[in-house]
């Protein structure tokens, strides 16, 4: 049994600010290498249930790599397919966790009301994709897409994000004033923590240096991953010693709201919590025409010898996802995995960045906020120690 991965972030205060940030991941950064040795086919298949968090991204990551490695084609109908089925699980992590975690920073309940109806639609679509249940298969399964089935899940998704805002998504991040609009009314958890960010003038807290990863991920990832025997890289990832941030904020910063809010508050809490509401807006919006570009497709299978190295990126929810896959006789010799917490909690990361040198003043509750806002992939400690005196939150 693997003991439950975590990161503990341990905050200095000394003359009334944060003097220090440490962290400390329990990460299982080298889970991957379990899959060393298996077929290429059947370590995909595994990838969400050795990683359930972010899971369909996982598998999509792994295809990339083993699709690359094993030199398959996949067709237009697949691609779509998988562009539909992320664009989905990118709608789930962020509604859900506004549904879930949201709530818990204003001391309120879960909105499980919200999320059941949401989880049930979103569940709909893989099927109604992939009615024999291969999706992950290298190349593609039996794509048979029933579009009615797909519209009418669509829909109960955008039904239940509305109802869990209290609002049309595009409505909320029309704009800044807008935004502030919907804020203040307060009529659901998401709104209300918006609204105390606006009430406690906590709008450019946790700013620091904006370092975005480029579009298609660092241009030495493919040869740091490969030269990294004893998985520190992977630990601790950069690019020629800068750390990048990656995830929503990162791959929206140029949309007019980001532009707007970051030029007057940075890149604090309220642009990165706006930009996740604007992100679900998107990925959301995006989801019905992809429906038009899918068509019957057969399935395709990995030639049992293949052998070859290849590297898939994936934009999830939380940011760049890599996969490193080296296939010897159709068999995996190496795999690798690569997060996007590794770049956002990293020692030289904008978590750290964005909390050294903050007041003291419930620093503990507002770095929380950030915590959050930056959205990891597991659970996350914070601990205040010095003056005042040592607080917990776990």
Not at 74 to 99: C, D, F, Q
Not at 200 to 205: H, K, P, Q, S, T
């Amino acid at each position: 049994m693997f003991p439950e991965p975590r990161i503990e972030v341990a905050l200095t205060v000394s003359a009334g600010a944060v003097a220090d940030v440490r962290l400390r991941s329990g990460r299982l950064t080298r889970a991957a290498a379990l899959l060393a040795g298996r077929p290429a086919g059947e370590a995909v298949r595994l990838l969400p249930t050795v990683f359930a968090l972010c899971g369909t991204a996982q598998t999509l990551a792994g295809l990339a790599a083993v699709e690359q490695a094993a030199g398959i084609a996949v067709a237009a109908p697949h691609r779509a397919a998988r562009r539909l089925l992320l664009l989905a699980e990118t709608v789930g992590e962020h509604a859900l966790g506004m549904a879930r975690d949201w709530p818990a920073l204003l001391d309120e309940a879960p909105d499980l009301e919200a999320a059941k109806p949401l989880r049930a639609a979103l569940a709909r679509l893989r099927p109604a994709l992939y009615p024999q249940g291969d999706w992950s298969r290298p190349g593609g399964g039996e794509l048979r897409p029933d579009r009615s089935q797909l519209a009418d899940a669509i829909a109960a998704a955008e039904g239940a994000v509305c109802r869990l805002l209290a609002a049309p998504p595009e409505a909320v991040v029309a704009d800044p004033a807008a935004l502030t609009a919907w804020a203040r009314q307060g009529a659901a958890a998401p709104a209300r923590l918006m609204g105390r960010v606006l009430a406690e003038r906590l709008e450019d807290f946790g700013c620091g240096v904006f370092r975005p990863m480029p579009p298609g991920g660092p241009a030495d990832l493919a040869g740091r991953l490969a030269a990294d025997a004893d998985g520190c890289y992977v630990a601790q990832p950069d690019s020629a010693g800068e750390v990048f941030e990656t995830g929503p904020l990162a791959r929206l910063s140029a949309r007019p709201l980001a532009m707007a809010l970051m030029a007057e508050h940075g890149n604090g809490l309220l642009a990165r919590f706006a930009i996740r509401l604007m992100e679900l807006k998107e990925a959301l919006r995006d989801l019905a025409p992809l429906v038009h570009d899918l068509f019957d497709a057969p399935g395709h299978g990995t030639p049992p010898d293949a052998t070859g190295t290849g590297l898939g990126l994936v934009e999830a929810a939380r940011g760049l996802l890599a996969h490193r896959v080296e296939l010897a006789e159709g068999r995996v010799a190496r795999y690798q995995i690569l997060a996007p917490t590794e770049w956002n909690f990293h020692p030289a990361g904008p978590l750290v960045a964005g909390l050294t040198g903050v007041p003291a003043a419930d620093v503990r509750r507002r770095a929380a906020l950030l915590v959050n806002a930056l959205d990891p992939c597991v659970a996350c400690a914070v601990a205040v120690e010095g003056d005042p005196p040592c607080m917990r939150c776990l």
